[in-house]
Each structure stands twice: as structure tokens, then as C-alpha cells.
């Protein structure tokens, strides 16, 4: 079985500032791993994904993140946050086979001016 | 990617009603999927849309409460049936692409139902 932990909720940055989210995942195969956003009322948008490539992922809007198999981790950041990154962000993680995703929890990043 | 809307967008329905969300897609995909969004929850995967044959359900999602249909390779609903309150939430449904990032999901806007 697969699962997914996103530590933190919610998270408040400054404008300007790092972002930093955390996944974490379980998973008895090699994992395909995926961060989803979702700004309010709208449906999911794909920001970037690792699929046993390059462990460093770069995605949309300036976002990466890179996969640790040590840590079994696949955290997102970006080096500067804008107004605009405020929504939901999901970290989500699927097998070769299966493709049905499994979602963390998500994470509300706000961002002060 | 490919394109997918949904219908209807939003939906006000009262209890013991049923409601069927379509989704439909503008290119050929493998695979089709319905998820649920409770209120400031995650999404939850209800069932696997097979074309031509059941759906395949997880764990606590039962066909006679969400009957799903796969026609075609483009084209799925999902009913939601006796409606409560309980039901109220966000359903999206996702693809992967026939061709190209076939590893990757792409959703719906999604429906969002209110249940009184």
C-alpha cells in the first residue's frame, strides 16, 4: 500500500521569501511522484512530477522539487515566493502499474505582502 | 495535455435525490478516474472507470451509491444516488493520455454538489 504525508497544514511565508513544502511517501515499488496545486474553486493543475528521471524536478511557475529515496522524500520549494503561489498544494504518489493516485493531506500556503 | 470538462459545474440538490456528473475529454485516454473532494479534505479516490465493462471501486465506495459508466474511450459519468448531506463535496474526475505522458493524471475542473 502507498501513502503520502505532507507535514504542515498550513504554511505563511513572506513575499519574497522561500517556500518550502514537505512530502513524504510509502511505497513497496518504485514510486511515481506527482505536487498538484489547486487555487480556490478550481480544479487540480499539475506542477511537476518524477518519474525515475533526473531526481531534481523542475516544474511550472518556478517550483521544484527533488526526489531522496534515502528519505523517501519529494519536497516542493520555490526560491522566492509571489501573491499569486496562495492555494492548495498536493503532494500525490502512484505505482507503474496501478496509475490510481494517492493523496496527502495538502497544504495551504499563504503568502504575505 | 488533454482537455476535460465536466457538467454541471456546481449542483444545489435535496436529500434522496440522485445526481449523474459527466465528464468528457477531447482526446483518447486509457484510463478514467473519479475522486472525491470532501470540504477542506483531500481527494479520494471513488473507482477506476472501466470502458465497457464495471468500474472497479475502493474500499468504501459501493456501485449502487455511485453507479459509474465508461462508453467510450472519451466519455464517463458518475451518479451519485439517495443523496445526504454526507455527500456534499467536489467531484473530479481524471485521465491519463492515450499518447504521450501516460503516467500522468489530468483532472476536471470538478463539480461541486451541495447536499440539503
Known amino acids: 500500500a502507498q501513502s503520502v504525508t505532507q507535514l504542515g497544514s498550513h504554511v505563511s511565508v513572506s513575499e519574497g521569501a522561500l517556500v518550502l513544502l514537505r512530502c513524504n511517501y510509502s511505497?513497496?515499488?518504485?514510486?511515481?511522484l506527482f505536487w498538484y496545486v489547486q487555487y480556490p474553486n478550481q480544479g487540480l493543475q499539475l506542477l511537476l512530477k518524477?518519474?525515475?528521471?533526473?531526481?531534481l524536478v523542475k516544474g511550472i511557475n518556478g517550483f521544484e522539487a527533488e526526489f531522496k529515496k534515502s528519505e523517501t522524500s519529494f519536497h516542493l520549494t520555490k526560491p522566492s515566493a509571489h501573491m499569486s503561489d496562495a492555494a492548495e498544494y498536493f503532494c500525490a504518489v502512484s505505482d507503474t502499474g496501478r496509475r490510481a493516485l494517492t493523496f496527502g493531506s495538502g497544504t495551504r500556503l499563504q503568502v504575505q505582502p | 495535455s488533454a482537455v476535460i470538462s465536466q457538467k454541471p459545474s456546481r449542483d444545489i440538490c435535496q436529500r434522496g435525490t440522485s445526481l449523474t456528473i459527466q465528464c468528457q475529454v477531447d482526446?483518447?485516454?486509457?484510463?478514467m478516474f473519479w475522486y472525491r473532494q470532501q470540504p477542506g479534505q483531500s481527494l479520494t479516490l471513488i473507482a477506476t472507470?472501466?470502458?465497457?465493462?464495471?468500474?472497479?471501486?475502493e474500499s468504501g465506495f459501493v456501485i449502487d451509491k455511485f453507479p459509474i459508466s465508461r462508453p467510450n474511450l472519451t466519455f464517463s459519468t458518475l451518479t451519485v444516488s439517495n443523496m445526504s448531506p454526507e455527500d456534499s463535496s467536489i467531484y473530479l474526475c481524471s485521465v491519463t493520455p492515450a499518447h504521450g505522458n501516460q503516467e500522468t493524471q489530468y483532472f476536471g475542473p470538478g463539480t461541486r454538489l451541495l447536499v440539503l
Open positions: 482526446s483518447q485516454v486509457t484510463m
Open positions: 511505497s513497496s515499488v518504485p514510486p511515481y
Open positions: 472507470a472501466n470502458q465497457g465493462s464495471e468500474a472497479t471501486y
Open positions: 518524477y518519474t525515475s528521471a533526473a531526481t
